[in-house]
């Protein structure tokens, strides 16, 4: 009789002992989704977190950037106005002859004398806030400083070498203010660097205004 009752019981048990196998497995299974769902998720926040803080660099170093340059050149078309009044002073100290220069009286040399000094204060003034005379006689041809308004051919220096200043340039920083307007040799021996660019075409207009 027991027996026959140990046998009626067997099969629930292996039933239940194969459901307890079966529901761990299942809990496994789902531990194991989960671990992994949780790592993928942790990746992609610390994807999240990199690219987040490489933007932030990004900004903060164009900010600095961008602060240096308005601090640099806020004051470029200021001082590129400043250039004309500065170049009508010139105008006027080279239009007056040299014998009217010797003759003159104290009061019209005086005159002359202050009109001088006033073109080198404002030259100086400029120079103070970064802005910086070109005269480039005797220098390379770069196209990103001068302009070539004609060509002298002379083979005794190296073809495009600056010969003539027709009206000196500015620089702010490492910017070009206004272009040196310049003659450059024709003619002669090749430079020793092949980087050097030929002048750009001759400017006429460039060439009236001055």
């Known amino acids: 009789m027991s027996d026959h009752a140990n046998d009626e019981h067997a099969p629930d048990e292996n039933q239940s ?36 803080a490489a933007e932030m660099e990004n900004l903060r170093r164009r900010t600095a950037r961008d602060v240096h340059d308005a601090r640099s050149y806020a004051i470029a078309n200021f001082a590129r106005d400043m250039l004309s009044v500065s170049d009508n ?9 040299a014998e009217a220069m010797a003759a003159g009286d104290a009061g019209f040399k005086a005159l002359i004398e202050g009109v001088d000094i006033t073109e080198r204060a404002m030259l100086a003034a400029l ?26 051919p002379n083979p005794d220096v190296p073809a495009s070498t600056v010969v003539q200043v027709v009206q000196p340039g500015y620089s702010i920083g490492d910017r070009v203010l206004r272009p040196a307007m310049v003659g450059v040799a024709k003619g002669g021996p090749k430079p020793a660097s092949d980087a050097v660019p030929e002048p750009g075409p001759v400017d006429g207009q460039a060439e009236t205004d001055a």
């Open 127 to 152: 120079e103070r806030h970064g802005v910086k005379k070109l005269q480039p006689e005797g220098e390379k041809f770069d196209p990103n400083f001068h302009q070539a308004m004609f060509e002298v």
């Open 89 to 97: 002073l010139r105008r006027a100290l080279d239009a007056i002859p």
């Open 17 to 52: 002992a194969d459901a307890a196998d079966n529901k761990a497995e299942g809990a496994a299974d789902a531990d194991y989704e989960a671990v992994v769902r949780l790592l993928k998720e942790n990746e992609e926040l610390k994807d999240r977190a990199l690219r987040a």
